[in-house]
């Protein structure tokens, strides 16, 4: 059968006045470079971003808001049923239907209020999601974006359980925060690794920086039932890999809004044009994760336990800070742009 497909080839390639190359040229090695040789997780190409382009798309806001293409206010609405997005956030997705895999219709802002239309079961993360009037007709925002006061008990789905209570009241800070443990740092940040390795004990408590809504809980599945729980090197598949936690392990992301950053971190933020946005901080190679998926966290609450779970060749914990609009992080994580733990923590 080879001999067949070779002359086959041979012949195709006579009759259109191709050639066949005589000998295969030599493999060349990879060049070399000055970068800095990373002995522990690079992990951070995972998830392959959105290209839907947000900018085009109506944004709704409040009055106060000089941006928004259409202001919309409480007052105008005349409604009983309060749902508002809440006050912190910046830029918010309003969607086509009621799970994340619905397209972008328009935009809103913290502080907007909507007339609310229903609500939906809560998805397989556990979110409800709430259908709203805009003015370019229905569209669906996720529960841990707005605010329900007890006059919605009134619509299908809602119970007590879904009411917002009030945020405990956060100053703004002044200075940056202290690390998430006293521990030193064992590996900074630079183009290859653009995040902090904390050189943890294992069941070291690893506790958050500020309040915050958890966006994202990753379970390494690989690593429970092993007498190892991690793999190293790793490279390739290993890093795609969800029962890997995509060389995370056990992690946990956290969404903070820009009102309780440090100065050093808004000033950033108002360089790169996302005084709307969001900062996230994703914590990884758990032994145990203490928090659950929508749960709003407080400072200092605890985390979980460090451990030296996927992608690791020692016990550390390794967390990355990315600042961005989303308000949800699934499948956008690439979208949000690195920044320099520096800016946020005092080392």
């Known amino acids: 059968m080879g001999n067949f497909i070779q002359t086959l080839v041979k012949l195709i390639q006579s009759l259109f006045g191709g050639s066949t190359p005589t000998t295969t040229p030599p493999a060349q090695s990879p060049p070399q470079t000055d970068e800095p040789h990373v002995d522990s997780c690079v992990l951070f190409n995972i998830e392959i971003p959105s290209t839907q382009d947000l900018d085009s798309l109506p944004l709704y806001g409040p009055s106060t808001d000089a941006e928004a293409d259409i202001d919309i206010s409480a007052q105008s609405l005349n409604i009983s049923c309060n749902i508002q997005i809440r006050p912190h956030l910046g830029i918010v997705s309003v969607r086509g239907g009621p799970r ?5 219709i328009a935009r809103t802002v913290g502080g907007t209020f909507f007339k609310l239309q229903g609500a939906s079961e809560k998805d397989p993360d556990g979110h409800r999601w709430y259908t709203i009037t805009t003015p370019a007709g229905a569209g669906w925002v996720r529960g841990d974006v707005v605010i329900i006061t007890e006059d919605c008990l009134v619509h299908s789905f809602i119970t007590e359980d879904d009411l917002t209570p009030p945020d405990p009241i956060i100053e703004t800070p002044t200075e940056r925060f202290p690390l998430p443990a006293d ?3 064992n590996q900074g940040y630079h183009s290859r690794h653009p995040a902090y390795d904390l050189n943890t004990a294992m069941n070291t408590p690893i506790t958050a920086v500020s309040q915050g809504l958890v966006v994202r809980v990753g379970e390494c599945t690989n690593c429970e039932g092993r007498s190892r729980p991690n793999i190293f090197p790793c490279f390739g598949n290993i890093l795609k890999d969800p029962a890997w936690g995509y060389g995370y392990g056990n992690f946990v992301t956290i969404r903070h809004d820009y009102a309780l950053m440090p100065p050093t971190l808004r000033e ?3 360089d790169n ?3 709307d946005g969001f900062v996230y901080i994703l914590y990884a190679h758990f032994a145990e994760v ?5 749960e709003v966290v407080n400072q200092g609450q605890r985390l979980g336990l460090s451990g030296n779970h996927g992608c690791s060749s020692a016990p550390h914990l390794h967390f ?3 600042m961005g609009r989303d308000e949800t992080i699934d499948g956008q994580w690439l979208n949000q742009k690195a920044v320099n733990p520096d800016l946020l923590f005092e080392v």
């Open 320 to 322: 990355e800070v990315r």
């Open 183 to 185: 521990v030193r740092i």
């Open 273 to 275: 044009f996302l005084t």
């Open 290 to 294: 203490h928090v659950r998926l929508g």
């Open 100 to 104: 994340l895999d619905f397209g972008v």
């Open 268 to 270: 950033h933020m108002d």
